[in-house]
């Protein structure tokens, strides 16, 4: 059973920074693209940005929203996502998810985790 | 990015009905390999959303064909027929043809007349 389970989150001041980690098991992890994904409380997803494979040299993709202060990385030894986040503002508030990657042509998110809650605020 | 677009905003349905969600992109979702990338999930009250189908018209493992998905370039459509009670909650299209980044839709309510 594929599980996915983040940690980390809480209540940051703006302009801090906090790390969110995301166990994954039940799954190969170095096969499968990870992403990381938020939702604002009441709004629609939005996709933050992915960790590539090992197949495909664990590389990164953002989205431009959040490039330069938002970064992807994984420990493969360990089974673990993490997502650093820098310069927190409130627009930053949401639930962030870790959800895996399968590729239909494209790749599309199969499982997601429970989220966890990030709240930006003084 | 691609803007993508959701109606109705909310769907009042009575179980055992058939209902009707559209998601519209801004531009085609058309891929230049020939596939078009537009998926949808279901979000239950209180949980992460789950993948329903993918490429348009293509179920999830274990997603009943009670769902079925349709349209092409810009427009799309999910229909959901028998509507039972594990069926309400937000549906939400997403494309992934024109990335980064991918784009979700704002999400359609279907909740109980």
């Known amino acids: 059973e594929v599980k996915l389970l983040e940690s980390g989150g809480g209540l940051v001041y703006p302009g801090g920074s906090m790390r969110l980690s995301c166990a994954a098991s039940g799954f190969t992890f170095t096969d499968f693209y990870m992403n990381w994904i938020r939702q604002p409380a009441g709004k629609a997803p939005e996709w933050l940005g992915f960790i590539r494979n090992k197949a495909n040299g664990y590389t990164t993709e953002y989205n431009p929203s959040v490039k330069g202060r938002f970064t992807i990385s994984r420990d493969n030894s360990q089974n673990m996502l993490y997502l650093q986040m820098n310069t927190l503002r409130a627009e930053d508030t949401a639930t962030y998810y870790c959800?895996?990657?399968?590729?239909?042509?494209?790749?599309?998110?199969?499982?997601w985790g429970q989220g966890v809650m990030v709240t930006v605020s003084s | 990015d691609v803007l993508m677009t959701q109606t109705p905003v909310s769907l009042p349905v009575s179980l055992g009905g058939q209902v009707s969600i559209s998601c519209r992109s801004s531009?085609?979702?058309?891929?230049?390999?020939?596939?078009?990338?537009l998926h949808w999930y279901l979000q239950k009250p209180g949980q992460s959303p789950q993948f329903l189908s993918y490429r348009v018209s293509n179920r999830f493992s274990g997603v009943p064909d009670r769902f079925s998905g349709s349209g092409s370039g810009t427009d799309f459509t999910l229909k959901i027929s028998r509507v039972e009670p594990e069926d309400l909650g937000v549906y939400y299209c997403?494309?992934?043809?024109?990335?980064?980044?991918?784009?979700f839709g704002p999400g359609t309510k279907l909740e109980l007349k």
């Open positions: 997403l494309q992934s043809t024109h990335f980064p980044p991918y784009t």
């Open positions: 959800a895996r990657s399968v590729y239909y042509g494209s790749y599309v998110f199969d499982y």
């Open positions: 531009q085609s979702l058309v891929h230049s390999d020939g596939n078009t990338y």
